[in-house]
C-alpha cells in the first residue's frame, strides 16, 4: 500500500478518494482495516468511523464503496453495519473489473 501515501495527510487520514481503480480499491482496503472484526456499528457509527480517517467529507460514498465491494455487510434497511468475516482480496476484486 506504499501508493496509497500520496493519499493520505500526516496524520494518514485520506485526502481524497483515488479515481483510478486500483488505488480505490488500496483505499478501500485501508478504511476496511479500521473497523473492529467483533463489532456491529450504526450508520452514524460508521460515518463517524470513516470520518475520522479521510478529511473530504463524504462518508456516505466511501461507506457505500465499502459495501459495494463487499467489505462491509448490513441488514437490509442499513440499521446496522459489520466488516464481512472474509474479506475480499486484491486479486479477487482487480478480476471482477477485468
Not at 17 to 46: C, G, H, I, N, W
Amino acid at each position: 500500500m506504499s501508493d496509497l501515501k500520496n493519499f493520505l495527510d500526516a496524520d494518514h487520514k485520506l485526502i481524497q478518494f483515488p479515481a483510478k481503480r486500483k488505488m480505490k480499491l488500496q483505499a478501500l482496503f485501508y478504511l476496511a482495516s479500521k473497523f473492529d472484526k467483533e463489532k456491529v456499528y450504526t450508520e452514524k457509527e460508521v460515518n463517524d468511523l470513516l470520518n475520522q480517517w479521510h478529511t473530504f467529507g463524504d462518508p456516505a460514498t466511501l461507506r457505500r464503496e465499502l459495501y459495494n465491494h463487499m467489505f462491509l455487510n448490513r441488514e437490509p434497511s442499513g440499521a446496522s453495519y459489520w466488516l464481512e468475516p472474509v474479506q475480499p482480496t486484491l486479486e479477487e476484486l482487480e478480476k471482477k473489473y477485468e
